[in-house]
């Protein structure tokens, strides 16, 4: 019997739930990323604030995050470990490493208007 069941228990027990306790299945949305203005560089240039979190509800380690980041550039240095541009529209996440459950990464760069960043690909661990 599925104890998930209350009404219908027929129908029900053909669903497939889309995710399993305990099953390490991620996907692109459990990447949640923020970003945010922060003070500007003494030459006035604008600066932001950006953190990438691992939000899996399954406890998910997540690798390889890329995102969608278009011409991405910062006139302050950005750690390549934390965040690097590889090609036009393609930038890595942690070098590739894995970002753990519930983990962050954060870095702040500097350019005259924000970069919109989407998650583009994700592989689980």
């Known amino acids: 019997m599925n104890i998930l069941c209350k009404t219908n228990c027929a129908a029900t ?3 497939e739930p889309n995710r399993i ?3 390490k299945k991620c996907s692109k949305s459990d990447i949640v990323i923020n970003q945010g203005s922060t003070a ?3 030459s ?3 600066t932001y604030t950006v953190e990438i979190m691992n939000m899996c509800v399954s406890g ?3 690798s390889a995050i890329h995102l969608r980041c278009g011409w991405f550039s910062s006139a302050r240095l950005i750690n390549p470990k934390l965040f690097k541009r590889l090609h036009y ?3 890595l996440v942690n070098d590739g490493r894995p970002l753990v459950n ?3 990464v954060s870095f702040q760069y500097a350019n005259t208007y924000l970069y919109p960043l989407s998650v583009s690909s994700v592989v689980c661990v």
């Open 13 to 15: 027990e053909r669903l």
């Open 21 to 23: 306790w305990g099953d």
């Open 40 to 42: 500007p560089l003494p």
């Open 44 to 46: 006035g240039i604008p």
């Open 60 to 62: 998910c380690d997540i």
């Open 89 to 91: 529209n393609d930038c």
């Open 102 to 104: 519930g983990g962050t």
